[in-house]
């Protein structure tokens, strides 16, 4: 028998139409010169080796397959479980909650400190213009009254000229 698989084998090799179940249980030999054992299926799986997915038996429906027995120590070890990813969640949430607070109130805050800032910057600059309105203010007095001074001096030269001139 394993000569005529043997044979079998050789001949689907040399074909090049390899056939599984022609070669379970045979050693091959291929170009390179290695030695494949092909492995002998046991049983059921021997008889499946030829079938297609599609055809071979289906998986029982979650309704037929049998529950599994849980004993009173691995469900208390499930709520255990249970208690200690709850806990973690309401310790995480409450973190998370902890942290946008802080982050709301230190943009607040910057917020705040923006506006001062502003408004401070804002009191400098009309602080500033009105200096440089009142001494530019002060500079036109100062011109008016040198040109008024300026205007005297040279309607009294005028007049003493014209006093001088009436005495000749």
Same mark, same amino acid.
């Given at each position: 028998?394993a000569?005529a698989?043997a044979?079998?084998?050789a001949?689907?090799?040399?074909?090049?139409?390899l056939? #599984?179940?022609a070669?379970?249980g045979?050693?091959?030999?291929l170009?390179g010169?290695?030695?494949y054992l092909?492995a002998?299926n046991?049983?059921?799986?021997?008889?499946?080796?030829?079938?297609?997915?599609?055809?071979?038996r289906?998986?029982?429906?979650?309704?037929?397959?049998s529950?599994?027995?849980?004993t009173?120590?691995q469900?208390?070890?499930?709520?255990?479980v249970?208690?200690? %990813?709850?806990?973690? @969640?309401? =310790?995480? #949430?409450?973190?998370?909650k902890?942290?946008? #607070?802080?982050?709301?109130?230190?943009q607040?805050?910057?917020?705040?400190?923006?506006?001062e %800032?502003?408004?401070?910057a804002?009191a %400098?600059? @009309?602080?500033?213009?009105?200096e440089?309105?009142a001494?530019?203010? =002060?500079?036109?007095?100062?011109v008016?009254?040198?040109?008024?001074?300026r @205007?005297?001096?040279?309607?009294e %030269?005028?007049?003493?000229?014209?006093?001088?001139?009436k005495?000749?």
């Open positions: 028998a000569a698989k044979a079998k084998a001949k689907a090799q040399s074909t090049g139409n056939d #599984k179940s070669l379970l045979t050693s091959l030999t170009s010169g290695l030695v092909v002998s046991s049983g059921k799986e021997e008889e499946e080796v030829g079938r297609s997915a599609s055809r071979a289906p998986r029982a429906p979650p309704s037929k397959r529950k599994p027995v849980v009173q120590s469900a208390a070890m499930a709520r255990k249970a208690a200690q %990813r709850a806990k973690a @969640e309401r =310790e995480a #949430k409450a973190k998370a902890a942290q946008a #607070k802080a982050k709301a109130q230190a607040a805050a910057s917020e705040k400190a923006a506006k %800032r502003a408004a401070e804002k %400098r600059a @009309e602080k500033a213009a009105a440089r309105e001494k530019a203010k =002060e500079r036109a007095a100062q008016a009254k040198a040109a008024a001074e @205007e005297a001096k040279a309607k %030269r005028a007049e003493k000229a014209e006093a001088k001139a005495e000749r």
